[in-house]
């Protein structure tokens, strides 16, 4: 098992806004899809978002997730994955209400409040469609994501009843650390599952040294009570997606985190990268965890335990 590379799709997130692909999914109906088509392709893992249908727009609300997260429990069996992220224009209780409400398996969790600069893409895009977009995108140069000491003590509290796990998302070194200051409390408790962000303007770089001194850091903090997974931002993540297989640890893709599917070229759907993903592993000679298997790696507490 421990051979097994768990597959991760993030299928539409919050930072890419929809004058930017067609292929971004905003309805309930497109996002069910893409995690029904991430899954078929290989993904064990989807992490979820929803949207306003009529504008794009990031919306944590009850009414926008309930329609697809039945949808996906029904016609497949793919781990689901609740963001407590949202958007760094929401607030913290506006953020935990889908993952309180419907119990996942897993929810997002980021370990700290930091800049996240969005802004950067308006040099590459330069008409939008929607009149909440470049605004959105704009603010990011002033904008924090907040998440304090107390609000990942509240998100990990608050979860702790309902078994939910948590896709432990580190930006930064220090977020390594602040991790390690809720494993030492009794908070985080393993197999915990440490996501490392690569190339989000305001944590840490995309350089190899940038994600081996990730990893490093984390193996010495916590040694084989982790499971270690990695995110590239753009077109990064592919190369990054790379370096963490050959180091022994697991991917994430999706155009949450990178619109593309080569240089230049807009990924046609989230199944498109999941199966350039399940490629990069295969050819290296390992294989791809079913859901089932996440479940066992990371020790979940099965579908069938869910409240959707």
Request: proline letters at 5%.
């Given at each position: 098992?421990?051979q097994?590379v768990?597959?991760?799709?993030?299928?539409?997130?919050?930072i890419?806004?929809?004058s930017m692909?067609?292929?971004?999914?905003?309805?309930?109906?497109?996002?069910?899809?893409?995690a029904?088509?991430?899954?078929?392709?290989?993904?064990?893992?989807?992490h979820?978002?929803?949207?306003k249908?009529?504008?794009?727009?990031?919306?944590?609300?009850?009414?926008?997730?309930?329609?697809?997260?039945?949808?996906?429990?029904?016609?497949?069996?793919?781990?689901?994955?609740?963001?407590?992220?949202?958007?760094?224009?929401?607030?913290i209780?506006?953020?935990?209400?889908?993952?309180?409400?419907?119990?996942?398996?897993?929810?997002?969790?980021?370990?700290?409040s930091?800049?996240?600069?969005?802004?950067?893409?308006?040099?590459?895009?330069?008409?939008?469609e929607r009149?909440?977009?470049?605004?959105?995108?704009?603010?990011?140069?002033s904008?924090?994501?907040?998440?304090?000491?107390?609000?990942?003590?509240?998100?990990?509290?608050?979860?702790?009843?309902n078994?939910?796990?948590f896709?432990?998302?580190?930006?930064?070194?220090?977020?390594?650390?602040?991790?390690?200051?809720?494993?030492?409390?009794?908070?985080?408790?393993?197999?915990?599952?440490?996501?490392?962000?690569?190339?989000?303007?305001?944590?840490?770089g995309?350089?190899?040294e940038?994600?081996?001194?990730?990893?490093?850091?984390?193996?010495?903090?916590?040694?084989?009570?982790?499971?270690?997974?990695?995110?590239?931002a753009?077109?990064?993540?592919?190369?990054?997606?790379?370096?963490?297989?050959?180091?022994?640890?697991?991917?994430r893709?999706?155009?949450?985190?990178?619109?593309?599917?080569?240089?230049?070229?807009?990924?046609?759907?989230?199944?498109?990268?999941?199966?350039?993903?399940?490629?990069?592993?295969?050819?290296?000679?390992l294989?791809?965890?079913?859901?089932?298997?996440?479940?066992?790696?990371?020790?979940?507490?099965?579908?069938?335990?869910?409240?959707?």
């Amino acid at each position: 098992m421990a051979q097994k590379v768990i597959i991760t799709c993030a299928v539409t997130g919050s930072i890419h806004t929809p004058s930017m692909s067609p292929a971004l999914p905003v309805t309930a109906a497109e996002i069910a899809d893409a995690a029904i088509g991430a899954a078929e392709a290989g993904a064990a893992i989807v992490h979820l978002h929803a949207r306003k249908p009529e504008t794009g727009e990031p919306d944590q609300s009850l009414e926008a997730f309930r329609p697809f997260l039945g949808v996906i429990k029904q016609r497949c069996d793919v781990v689901v994955n609740i963001t407590t992220g949202g958007a760094a224009t929401m607030t913290i209780e506006e953020r935990l209400k889908p993952a309180i409400h419907f119990k996942p398996e897993v929810a997002s969790l980021n370990m700290g409040s930091m800049n996240f600069g969005l802004y950067p893409m308006l040099e590459r895009f330069k008409t939008f469609e929607r009149e909440w977009e470049r605004p959105y995108l704009e603010g990011s140069r002033s904008r924090i994501f907040r998440n304090t000491f107390e609000d990942i003590e509240a998100i990990l509290t608050r979860c702790a009843d309902n078994g939910t796990r948590f896709e432990i998302e580190c930006y930064d070194i220090g977020h390594l650390y602040t991790c390690a200051h809720f494993v030492d409390r009794g908070l985080i408790k393993p197999p915990f599952f440490v996501q490392s962000v690569f190339g989000i303007l305001g944590g840490i770089g995309t350089h190899p040294e940038d994600v081996a001194h990730m990893k490093r850091t984390a193996d010495r903090l916590f040694g084989d009570a982790y499971r270690w997974s990695v995110l590239g931002a753009g077109r990064h993540q592919m190369p990054i997606a790379m370096q963490s297989v050959v180091m022994g640890g697991n991917l994430r893709v999706g155009l949450e985190d990178s619109i593309w599917a080569g240089k230049g070229r807009l990924a046609k759907s989230n199944a498109e990268q999941v199966t350039m993903a399940r490629q990069l592993v295969e050819g290296l000679g390992l294989e791809i965890a079913t859901p089932d298997e996440a479940r066992e790696i990371l020790g979940l507490k099965g579908a069938d335990q869910v409240a959707f």
